[in-house]
């Protein structure tokens, strides 16, 4: 959940007056109730609510995944994501092995986390 500190944090960086929004209570249950994956999807959901809250999920996380996948191979990366991270001003918020055990088990039976894996783990809500 949004922090009142986050928010803070967040609303001076993009001058926003209103009030932190309610979020949805429930995280994201994924990969096996993995807690790294559930931080992982909260950050960007919490982004995503406090930034994007008009944008679909969909179309949010496809943006991620652009800003993301820099080389454009459509495999998302521990220091890609670590870079989006940076960019939002969360990379405090995750330590660069709970990312890497985020991707792991988000990956799919080849090991590596496809941009169309993850676009499906934040369009879920």
């Known amino acids: ?6 928010f ?9 007056t209103a009030k932190p929004p309610l979020l949805v209570s429930a995280r994201f249950s994924t990969a ?3 807690s790294a ?3 992982l999807v909260g950050i960007f959901e919490e982004y995503r609510a406090a930034n994007y809250n008009q944008t679909l999920p969909s179309r949010y996380a ?5 800003a993301a996948d820099k080389d454009g191979d459509g495999v998302l990366t521990k220091e890609e994501i670590s870079e989006v ?14 990312i890497e055990e985020a991707i ?3 990956a799919g039976s ?7 894996e993850f676009v499906s783990v934040l369009s879920k809500k």
């Open 62 to 66: 496809k943006e991620v995944v652009r």
């Open 8 to 16: 803070a944090r967040i609303s001076a960086q993009f001058a926003i």
């Open 37 to 39: 994956v559930d931080k």
């Open 110 to 116: 080849d090991g590596v986390l496809s941009s169309e």
């Open 85 to 98: 991270f940076k960019n939002i001003g969360a990379d405090s918020e995750m330590s660069a092995g709970e």
């Open 32 to 34: 096996g109730g993995s």
């Open 1 to 6: 959940m949004l922090s009142v500190a986050r």
């Open 104 to 106: 792991s088990a988000l």
